[in-house]
């Protein structure tokens, strides 16, 4: 959703609406478009299958990914979706450096965790128009600040965490705790255990 809403520029759009504007801004095609993942587990692989079905060409890169191929994609890649856990090697995976690689234009959505971006690199990137826009559902404090220059942007698209947040996933989360203590007591594997 995030990557329809940053390819339309909704946030401007509405803008736009309440200032009675028509047509502008404009948004952009994603057919032909490449989107680069990063994070190929369960959720970058679906955002895979839906990028394809919409006609985007798509880059994944995971854990066992070079630096070469990373910046590679950076370089190809209209949009940059994160999907990797927060470690030591992904704190600050996306920076001044990195941005520098990227197409001009290109937008990037986090839904890993804040800190896999640095922050000041991406509001700099931002404001330079180096990087067309931002989706943001993770923060580097949560709750975040809405008055932080970062979301007062008008090319970021900021959600309070909730990438998962449906009725349906709270039931399939229900339905797996009812499992996993099923399971637990018959002494067999746990579903999708969590460290």
Same mark, same amino acid.
């Given at each position: 959703?995030?990557? #329809?809403?940053?390819?339309? $520029?909704?946030?401007?759009?509405? @803008?736009? %609406?309440?200032?009675?504007?028509? =047509?502008?801004?404009?948004?952009?095609?994603?057919?032909?478009?490449?989107?680069?993942?990063?994070?190929?587990?369960?959720?970058?692989?679906?955002?895979?299958?839906?990028?394809?079905?919409?006609?985007?060409?798509?880059?994944?890169?995971?854990?066992?990914?070079?630096?070469?191929?990373?910046?590679?994609?950076?370089?190809?890649?209209?949009?940059?979706?994160?999907?990797?856990? #927060?470690?030591?090697?992904? $704190?600050?995976?996306?920076?001044? @450096?990195? %941005?520098?690689?990227?197409?001009? =234009?290109?937008?990037?959505?986090?839904?890993?965790?804040?800190?896999?971006?640095?922050?000041?690199?991406?509001?700099?990137?931002?404001?330079?128009?180096?990087?067309?826009?931002?989706?943001?559902?993770?923060?580097?404090?949560?709750?975040?600040?809405?008055?932080?220059?970062?979301?007062?942007?008008?090319?970021?698209?900021?959600?309070?965490?909730?990438?998962?947040?449906?009725?349906?996933?709270?039931?399939?989360?229900?339905?797996?705790?009812?499992?996993?203590?099923?399971?637990?007591?018959? =002494?067999?594997?746990?579903?999708?255990?969590?460290?």
């Amino acid at each position: 959703m995030t990557l #329809l809403m940053l390819a339309k $520029r909704v946030r401007e759009q509405h @803008t736009t %609406f309440q200032q009675r504007g028509l =047509g502008r801004p404009l948004g952009m095609q994603l057919a032909g478009k490449t989107l680069g993942i990063v994070g190929m587990g369960a959720i970058g692989t679906r955002l895979a299958r839906a990028a394809a079905a919409l006609d985007m060409e798509v880059i994944g890169i995971g854990s066992q990914s070079s630096r070469s191929e990373f910046e590679a994609m950076l370089q190809r890649a209209h949009f940059v979706s994160l999907h990797c856990p #927060l470690t030591p090697k992904t $704190r600050g995976l996306l920076g001044r @450096t990195e %941005f520098a690689l990227m197409r001009p =234009g290109a937008m990037v959505i986090n839904y890993a965790r804040g800190e896999v971006i640095d922050k000041q690199a991406l509001l700099d990137a931002l404001e330079s128009g180096k990087l067309g826009g931002a989706g943001l559902d993770v923060h580097w404090e949560e709750p975040a600040d809405p008055n932080d220059p970062l979301y007062q942007h008008p090319n970021v698209q900021a959600t309070p965490h909730t990438g998962v947040c449906t009725h349906d996933v709270i039931d399939a989360y229900a339905a797996l705790l009812v499992e996993n203590i099923v399971r637990r007591r018959e =002494g067999r594997e746990l579903v999708h255990r969590l460290v």
